[in-house]
């Protein structure tokens, strides 16, 4: 939402907001001259000419309440998404369950290292792009897909990238079926002379493919895919580096700031799409090579008492266990999990994987579930989260609030260790909070390295 009200007040486009919670987002808007509320209220719609919503904002919410009594129109996020995609002479769109936001940030830095000039829509914060969007003169716009409430069905793209198909959004989708056929739907979409970009290890993306009459490229680590890594090797920090070769021929070296296997795919699916655009391939390496990660991706947020303090966004079981096998390979004494689990519906549906996903670490530390979207069932809880990691040997406990979280952190942590916060709530906001009682107590900011 953030990123579409930038590029719309870019466009001239008079905007006020409003969230529930103040963030660095709503204080990085107002200093952009956007006007944002805390708090929804019926106030806040007096004067608009168009609603825009998430789906995170009910039906029922008093702003869209008083929307629909004064006649004002509604649309959801991804509409205005699409319809804004619709002027470009190339929309690329990139789906998955895990990934998207790496795999759509590579791209846009070897789209702005080729001089493509590109519009980019990221869900998550860029430092290449000064944040989540960029407003460009080039043909190509660039955003992720959501796969969420079919939100991607509303975008129109001439290049569809998908990272993997995997369980997630079980809220919405009855099984992992039902999600590999909304993805099929989603590349459906893509027209007889555009191009669809997947990956070619994955069994239910490669059944997918086979469904598609527009032009097909694969990426993997097996040798049958179209763009394709060998003689892979990972350094002690686990960064990966790698040749690429496209259908038999050998098109350079990536070298990886990132680390995990994830990201070499990552970065394959960014070097095919690349691929197929014809863009220079020695700026496709040396881009892939300079990718420093976007925001809240293995994040380093801090450092308090000796203690490294890390933030990645990963919310259900496996995209846990990719950034704790990250983090287990950083220099380290222990390694601490702090989860934030995500919607009641989640942890329900995936609550077996909840039980083991922190094994990598030495302690896990659960906050309260993050109800987003959703009311408490009252038949879920922190709680049962713990007592399944205890039964399975892990070493974890219950801290309900962040105030809780970090004072239990401060009382047990020591030199050498390393925190790492996870979730797509406002866990990202625990670091934030430490760093700044942190400031408040040494009189000024700590470094970052």
Not at 43 to 55: K, R, S
Not at 112 to 117: K, L, N, P, S, T
Not at 324 to 353: D, E, F, G
Request: with cysteine; aromatic share 8%.
């Amino acid at each position: 939402m953030s990123g579409l009200a930038k590029i719309l007040h870019e466009k001239g486009y008079r905007l006020t907001g409003s969230d529930n919670l103040e963030t660095y987002t709503t204080k990085a808007l107002r200093k952009s001259g956007i006007p944002v509320t805390i708090g929804h209220y019926k106030e806040n719609v007096q004067d608009a000419d168009l609603i825009v919503y998430t789906i995170a904002v009910s039906a029922d919410n008093e702003e869209r309440v008083e929307a629909r009594r004064l006649g004002i129109p509604e649309i959801e996020r991804a509409q205005l998404l699409g319809q804004m995609m619709d002027g470009s002479p190339t929309a690329i769109a990139v789906c998955g369950t895990h990934g998207k936001t790496t795999t759509t940030a590579m791209l846009a830095q070897i789209l702005i290292a080729d001089h493509c000039d590109p519009s980019i829509h990221i869900g998550g914060s860029f430092d290449m792009i000064g944040g989540n969007v960029r407003t460009g003169k080039g043909d190509i716009f660039l955003t992720e897909a959501c796969e969420f409430n079919l939100s991607f069905m509303h975008l129109r793209p001439d290049v569809a990238m998908i990272t993997n198909i995997d369980e997630d959004h079980l809220d919405f989708y009855r099984d992992i079926d039902h999600i590999q056929s909304a993805f099929g739907d989603f590349l459906s979409l893509v027209p007889d002379g555009g191009t669809v970009i997947g990956n070619g290890d994955d069994a239910r993306v490669v059944d997918l493919f086979k469904t598609l009459a527009c032009k097909r490229l694969t990426f993997g680590l097996n040798p049958s895919c179209d763009v394709h890594a060998v003689n892979i090797t990972y350094n002690e920090l686990g960064h990966g580096a790698f040749d690429l070769i496209f259908r038999g021929e050998t098109l350079g070296r990536v070298v990886l700031l990132v680390g995990g296997t994830f990201n070499v795919y990552n970065a394959l699916a960014a070097a095919a799409c690349a691929v197929s655009l014809g863009l220079d391939i020695q700026t496709v390496c040396e881009a892939l090579s300079a990718f420093k990660g976007a925001g809240r991706r293995f994040e380093l947020t801090g450092i308090i008492d000796g203690v490294k303090l890390y933030h990645d966004y990963g919310h259900n079981p496996a995209e846990m266990e990719n950034a704790l096998s990250i983090a287990r390979l950083q220099p380290h004494n222990r390694l601490w999990a702090v989860m934030q689990p995500h919607t009641y519906s989640r942890v329900k549906k995936m609550l077996p994987r909840y039980f083991t996903c922190t094994q990598a670490a030495d302690i896990t530390l659960v906050t309260d579930i993050y109800a987003a979207r959703e009311k408490d069932p009252g038949d879920i809880s922190a709680e049962q989260i713990v007592d399944g990691m205890i039964k399975n040997g892990v070493r974890a406990f219950h801290t309900p609030t962040f105030d809780d979280t970090e004072a239990y952190l401060r009382d047990h942590w020591q030199p050498g260790d390393l925190v790492l916060t996870m979730g797509c709530g406002n866990i990202n906001q625990l670091n934030e909070q430490m760093n700044e009682h942190e400031e408040n107590n040494q009189g000024g900011p700590r470094h970052a390295e």
